[in-house]
T-cell receptor, first 113, second 116 residues
Framework: EAGVAQSPRYKIIEKRQSVAFWCNPI?????LYWYQQILGQGPKLLIQ????????DSQLPKDRFSAERLKGVDSTLKIQPAKLEDSAVYLC???????????FGPGTRLLVL | DAKTTQPPSMDCAEGRAANLPCNHS???????VYWYRQIHSQGPQYIIH???NNETNEMASLIITEDRKSSTLILPHATLRDTAVYYC?????????????????FGQGTILTVHP
């Protein structure tokens, strides 16, 4: 069974630029999550989707971050404009449903200069 | 969600059992104990979870105290590939209702280093 796929794996941008990350969850998984992991810390949930609807975006900085999962499968996380403090690993995870085991992708490492 | 306390780091000799402790003294009756680990440059990997009974799978064993205020993850025969950050997480069962949606809240975890 294929795991969670993410791209790109690495991205370097300058502050105030825009960036987008893509995630393809495990087939059949209804719930999709985006996490931000700053160096030396545990992952922090940014947003959770159930199919194509948002169920929790309480920790998403909505002035600059946006995410969508239009067809209930793939998802895109965007940052516009990026700040230096956005440098982190962005992890995507999926699960069969809410409360089920989450499976993580390899993450996208973002460096904002 | 209840918070957890873990030692920042531990060492273990290869081939020996690694016992990773976790305190969760404010855990509620509808909260599970989950363990994930994160190997360098990879995403977190699910290990095991339990409510109140001890659990075992092909990766590890989870021992939860009778009062549920602490637990221990046991890797019976640690290998070099088990070197990772281990996260103990208390997670609300979303079937219990409320607004937490069964979210995972990661702490700092325990850095386990397995030595040859």
């Amino acid at each position: 069974e294929a795991g969670v796929a993410q791209s790109p794996r690495y991205k370097i941008i300058e502050k105030r630029q825009s960036v987008a990350f893509w995630c393809n969850p495990i087939s059949g998984h209804a719930t999709l999550y985006w996490y931000q992991q700053i160096l030396g810390q545990g992952p922090k949930l940014l947003i959770q989707f159930q199919n194509n609807g948002v169920v929790d975006d309480s920790q998403l900085p909505k002035d600059r971050f946006s995410a969508e999962r239009l067809k209930g499968v793939d998802s895109t996380l965007k940052i516009q404009p990026a700040k230096l403090e956005d440098s982190a690993v962005y992890l995507c995870a999926s699960s069969l449903g809410q409360g089920k085991t989450q499976y993580f992708g390899p993450g996208t490492r973002l460096l904002v200069l | 969600d209840a918070k957890t306390t873990q030692p920042p780091s531990m060492d273990c000799a290869e081939g020996r059992a690694a016992n990773l402790p976790c305190n969760h003294s404010t855990i509620s009756g509808n909260e599970y104990v989950y363990w994930y680990r994160q190997i360098h440059s990879q995403g977190p990997q699910y290990i095991i979870h339990g409510l109140k009974n001890n659990e075992t799978n092909e990766m590890a064993s989870l021992i939860i105290t009778e009062d549920r205020k602490s637990s221990t993850l046991i890797l019976p025969h640690a290998t070099l590939r088990d070197t990772a950050v281990y996260y103990c997480i208390v997670r609300v069962d979303p079937r219990a209702g409320g607004t937490s949606y069964g979210k995972l809240t990661f702490g700092q975890g325990t850095i386990l280093t397995v030595h040859p």
